[in-house]
């Protein structure tokens, strides 16, 4: 859904990030997505009229493309899988994602 029904933004972002932008109708919330190693923001098509919060929201996800989160993301995941059974695992997945969001959101203020 993200790559067949996406539109590129074309605003400007100098000096806010250098990764595409683009908006995709039915998505609820912005977000940072690679795709055989090429990243990309992805935002909700009714951001376009929320110009004031674009600045903040491309801040936090340029954050996860400089902490290669994505890549933690699949690290964590391939660990759930191979010790599915052990809560600790769980635990450690929840907490490194919380952990993943609040240092993007220290990043971008």
């Known amino acids: 859904m993200l790559r067949n029904e996406r539109v590129r933004y074309t605003g400007s972002t100098y000096g ?3 990764l595409p932008i683009y908006y995709v ?3 609820y919330s912005p977000c940072l997505f690679m795709y055989l190693g090429e990243q990309a923001i992805y ?3 009714d951001f376009k009229e929320k110009t004031g919060q674009l600045r903040h929201i491309l801040a936090h996800e ?3 493309a400089l902490h290669w989160d994505p890549i933690w993301g699949i690290l964590r995941c391939m660990l759930l ?8 695992v ?3 997945a929840y907490l ?14």
């Open 16 to 18: 806010l990030t250098n």
């Open 25 to 27: 109708p039915r998505l």
């Open 43 to 45: 935002l909700p098509a």
């Open 62 to 64: 340029s954050a996860h």
């Open 81 to 88: 899988c191979l010790y599915w059974v052990n809560p600790f």
């Open 90 to 92: 769980w635990l450690a």
């Open 96 to 109: 490194s994602r919380r952990d993943c969001e609040l240092a993007c959101d220290e990043a971008a203020v």
